[in-house]
């Protein structure tokens, strides 16, 4: 059994509120659950499946919005996952801290895991921009279909189609603020370090999210000794689109670094 509650402040903006999955009995550790949307659209109520799956593992999980565009580009999502890690260390919450995120949300758990050291699981993350725009300078930026902007749409069927460059590229340079001089900052891999936590990292093969990021995230993580568990799966399916497969590594991960 697991306590849901929803819309908890936890910071100075209207919208720093969080949804916390609590399980009735022994807590094993706190998942941070970071949802997608491409900086632009999402909800914390979308990760509601991840909350509930984790929570019943005996994992506290605490799901936080945190402020998207247009009005808020880098690094105004991460500067608000530094408030949520003041707010755990407040609430006494902060021991034993894992980050799971999903597509955008991948991009900021990996952040966290290189800021904090925590372990981090990405589904998707957005980890490459840099070198991804400077190849793809051709590729004019379009944005997807209207109905793609639902903000609680499942994300489990958001981007299941394949590659779709011109939308990649228009949320991309929309987190830049369309500022190219950011993009080396805002791609996580030139900030590892050897105290970065370790990274289970996912992506299908020829899906929305391009693998060249995880493989050099992950390349750049083994150089450094900072263990790092790869999954590439046949398909197209996008984050939340294949999560019933990784589930079982993802409980796997969680054991390997969160002890009690």
């Given at each position: 059994m697991?306590?849901?509650?929803s819309?908890?402040?936890?910071?100075?903006?209207?919208?720093?509120?969080?949804d916390?999955?609590?399980?009735?009995?022994?807590?094993?550790?706190?998942?941070?659950?970071?949802?997608?949307?491409?900086?632009?659209?999402?909800d914390?109520?979308?990760e509601?499946?991840?909350?509930?799956?984790?929570?019943?593992?005996?994992?506290?999980?605490?799901?936080?919005?945190?402020?998207?565009?247009?009005?808020?580009?880098?690094?105004?999502p991460?500067?608000?996952?530094?408030?949520?890690?003041?707010?755990?260390?407040?609430?006494?919450?902060?021991?034993?801290?894992?980050?799971?995120?999903?597509?955008?949300?991948?991009?900021?758990?990996?952040?966290?895991?290189?800021?904090?050291?925590?372990?981090?699981?990405?589904?998707?993350?957005?980890?490459?921009?840099?070198?991804?725009?400077q190849?793809?300078?051709?590729?004019?930026?379009?944005?997807?279909?209207?109905?793609?902007?639902?903000?609680?749409?499942k994300t489990?069927?958001?981007?299941?189609?394949?590659a779709?460059?011109?939308?990649?590229k228009w949320?991309?340079?929309?987190?830049?603020?369309?500022?190219?001089?950011?993009?080396?900052?805002?791609?996580?891999?030139?900030?590892?370090?050897?105290?970065?936590?370790?990274?289970?990292?996912?992506?299908?093969?020829?899906?929305?999210?391009?693998?060249?990021?995880?493989?050099?995230?992950?390349?750049?993580?083994?150089?450094?000794?900072?263990?790092?568990?790869?999954?590439?799966?046949?398909?197209?399916?996008h984050?939340?689109?294949?999560?019933?497969?990784?589930?079982?590594?993802?409980?796997?991960?969680?054991?390997?670094n969160?002890?009690?």
């Open positions: 697991i306590d849901v509650k819309d908890i402040k936890y910071g100075d903006k209207a919208e720093l509120t969080l916390m999955y609590k399980p009735t009995g022994d807590i094993i550790g706190t998942v941070i659950d970071i949802h997608g949307g491409g900086w632009f659209r999402g914390k109520k979308t509601s499946d991840i909350g509930e799956f984790l929570g019943e593992k005996g994992y506290l999980v605490v799901a936080p919005n945190y402020r998207i565009g247009p009005e808020n580009t880098y690094p105004a991460l500067n608000d996952m530094d408030q949520l890690v003041e707010w755990l260390q407040e609430q006494k919450l902060a021991d034993n801290i894992a980050v799971l995120g999903s597509s955008a949300g991948g991009n900021m758990s990996v952040e966290m895991g290189i800021k904090y050291g925590f372990p981090a699981i990405s589904l998707s993350g957005i980890l490459d921009f840099d070198e991804w725009l190849m793809h300078q051709h590729v004019v930026a379009a944005q997807n279909q209207t109905k793609d902007l639902d903000v609680l749409q489990a069927g958001i981007n299941q189609d394949g779709n460059d011109p939308f990649y949320f991309s340079l929309n987190y830049l603020n369309g500022d190219l001089t950011l993009a080396s900052a805002a791609t996580p891999y030139h900030k590892i370090t050897e105290t970065t936590g370790p990274m289970f990292l996912a992506n299908s093969l020829n899906e929305f999210v391009p693998n060249s990021g995880v493989l050099k995230f992950a390349e750049r993580l083994t150089q450094l000794n900072v263990p790092v568990t790869t999954r590439f799966m046949t398909g197209s399916e984050a939340k689109g294949y999560l019933e497969s990784v589930k079982p590594d993802i409980l796997n991960f969680l054991a390997e969160i002890k009690k």
